[in-house]
């Protein structure tokens, strides 16, 4: 109804409000009849010039209705003198706004406000003291009925049954059964795809600009254009390849991929809440296996691991695909890449020689580099190049697949044989390490307390308060995580179980070992253990222990090997030039020990004789 001018300009406002709840009781609240019911009453008592403000599909618990803000902003503007509705319910279900409306709003402004089936007029005082108690009664419908809909949502999630409306971008509902997913081809693909570019070392801001720049539309463009989604009729079409990181990185951490079934991944804690919160990920319910998968559950798993491990480009342009597999043997904690660019090689004067110096790009210890800002000695270097494990991981990649696939009847019988063995080994070297590292934990935290006493007490500056207090509790994070990390360790072999069939299977996905690919490291390599190096120069050693993924450490067995005449003479002939070599060095170390030693008994004398003549002068001056 179109708004028709008074004599004072103002309008009679006729709400209608409807939400799905209130469709289920009848057409007693239909939009119509409410519009019929205001009219008549409207007509009835004289009310002119009225506009219809309907809300058709909204809760009464929202006020942010667009047809209520229009009717707010009307009467702000005092264009409103008379509101009109079918009951207090239609204004709203929650007892503070309503009341905060018709008792102090709607009389500041001048409008009187009329509740035609609660018999509620705002120029009748005592109608309106029966109110308050119709808004709570109002109020706890609106509770009762979330209460309601949300024991029937949890008793669905609870059965097995996606509580989503809709399937994620990778799969759609079956159109033999709404309850159940099936694998969408087209998006799926992307979807593996994105967890290859993941083993291959990619993180998801990179993977999102090669499939912008690739052109693949993103999920919430794809799933709209095919009707389906939540961003069905909210998505920008003039985007439809932009792929955002947080996207990518949220398909990459979805058990969903891997067959299962996860509901209640949001959460609010009362009825009246606008926004969700996400459910902790120990409180989700998982339901395994209830849908066809599009990733394996390896791959799912080797992924989560990657993610855990920040690696970051730095002037070299690339991030080191070692890191997180390398751990010091010693002490357990992680191995950190140092690398950069080394520049111009200069001569002993400073003076550039035009030659370029390698790149420094090396692993040590992260409890080493630790020691070192406190001045202490948590550990030692364990430093190791780059290049070095690079090359001792090929050979060894290499070596086990040859292994493997040559002799597979023998390999599953010694990896099974073995690893029972080695599962005990390990697990009581770790429980060791984290025993030293919790009674740490427990020194530090009494000095931590001793420290703010002594601060408290007057007999410690703050200045050193906090940097004592900054340098401990770095340690003690370092500790803390390595506390969590061996913990993580034991469970895992307490439960591991020995898979050759699939290491097996992942043997024979390579045809090409020739180089030392990002994905082939992922995929073969659980962690890397490194010693301290023994020795110097040329008789420098140093162990690097590979365990691989399913299978653990493996030893090869090695075959003996018959050798010709000129290959042992050449062997003798190496053995007689390293004896010569270190007799040489021998003699030469003995000549400087000598040479050494008579240049220190000649400085003696020399000194002796300087002594001499100074103590006999002194003796004769005594004599005179």
Not at 204 to 209: H, M, Q, T, V, W
Not at 370 to 378: E, I, P
């Amino acid at each position: 109804m179109k708004a028709k001018k008074t004599d004072n300009g103002k309008i009679t406002a006729l709400y209608e409000r409807l939400s799905r709840d209130d469709d289920l009781t009848g057409d007693s609240n239909s939009i119509i009849n409410q519009k019929k019911l205001l009219e008549d009453y409207a007509k009835e008592h004289g009310f002119t010039n009225c506009v219809h403000f309907t809300d058709d599909g909204w809760s009464g618990a929202n006020f942010d209705r667009p047809n209520w803000k229009r009717m707010i902003a009307a009467i702000e503007a005092g264009e409103v003198s008379h509101v009109l509705v079918k009951d207090l319910s239609r204004v709203g279900r929650d007892y503070l706004q309503v009341g905060f409306y018709t008792e102090v709003m709607f009389r500041e402004h001048g409008v009187r406000f009329v509740a035609i089936a609660n018999g509620v007029d705002s120029d009748k005082r005592e109608s309106s003291e029966f109110a308050p108690f119709l808004n709570i009664m109002n109020e706890w419908y609106v509770r009762d009925s979330s209460r309601k809909i949300k024991s029937v949502l949890r008793a669905k999630g609870m059965s097995g049954i996606h509580t989503n409306s809709i399937g994620i971008y990778g799969y759609k509902k079956d159109p033999n059964d709404k309850n159940h997913w099936i694998v969408d081809d087209e998006a799926a693909e992307v979807v593996r795809r994105i967890y290859r570019m993941a083993i291959e070392g990619k993180g998801p801001y990179e993977i999102a600009r090669i499939l912008a720049s690739e052109k693949v539309e993103r999920p919430s463009y794809y799933l709209a254009q095919r009707g389906l989604g939540k961003h069905k009729t909210s998505y920008n079409p003039d985007e439809p390849y932009t792929w955002r990181g947080g996207t990518v990185a949220d398909i990459l951490s979805k058990p969903e991929y891997i067959g299962h079934t996860v509901n209640f991944r949001t959460y609010k804690e009362s009825y009246k809440d606008k926004h969700s919160k996400m459910t902790p990920k120990e409180d989700l319910v998982i339901f395994e296996n209830t849908q066809e998968a599009i990733i394996d559950k390896e791959t799912w798993e080797r992924v989560q691991t990657l993610r855990k491990t920040i690696r970051r480009t730095d002037t070299i342009g690339t991030a080191n695909p070692l890191t997180g597999l390398m751990f010091c043997a010693d002490c357990g904690a992680k191995m950190y890449n140092h690398r950069g660019k080394a520049g111009n090689a200069r001569d002993w004067a400073g003076r550039p020689t035009g030659k370029k110096r390698p790149d420094r790009d090396e692993y040590n210890c992260s409890r080493y580099d630790l020691g070192n800002q406190h001045f202490d000695d948590y550990c030692t270097t364990h430093l190791i190049r780059t290049a070095v494990v690079n090359e001792l991981l090929l050979e060894a990649i290499k070596e086990v697949c040859d292994y493997a696939q040559n002799n597979e009847a023998e390999f599953m019988a010694q990896v099974c044989s073995a690893s029972e063995d080695r599962q005990a080994k390990a697990a009581k070297a770790i429980r060791q390490r984290k025993q030293r590292s919790e009674k740490r934990t427990d020194e530090l935290s009494r000095l931590i307390r001793k420290l703010y006493e002594d601060n408290v007490n007057g007999r410690l500056s703050d200045k050193l308060f906090e940097q004592m207090l900054h340098d401990f509790e770095a340690e003690l994070e370092g500790l803390t995580d390595s506390i969590t990390q061996d913990q993580q360790e034991l469970d895992r072999i307490s439960r591991e179980t020995v898979n050759a069939e699939k290491f097996l299977a992942l043997v024979k996905k390579y045809t090409d070992f020739s180089e030392l690919t990002p994905a082939m490291i992922n995929e073969f390599v659980e962690k890397i253990l490194v010693h301290q190096a023994e020795g110097k120069g040329a008789s420098r050693t140093q162990e690097v222990e590979i365990f691989f993924n399913f299978i653990g450490k493996v030893e090869i067995p090695r075959k003996e090997i018959e050798l010709t005449e000129e290959e042992k003479a050449a062997l003798a002939e190496q053995e007689r030039r390293r004896a010569k070599k270190a007799e040489y060095n021998r003699r030469y170390m003995e000549k400087k020990r000598r040479q050494w030693k008579e240049q220190q008994e000649r400085e003696k004398e020399q000194q002796e004789a300087l002594e001499l003549p100074a103590a006999s002068t002194e003796k004769g001056e005594r004599i005179a």
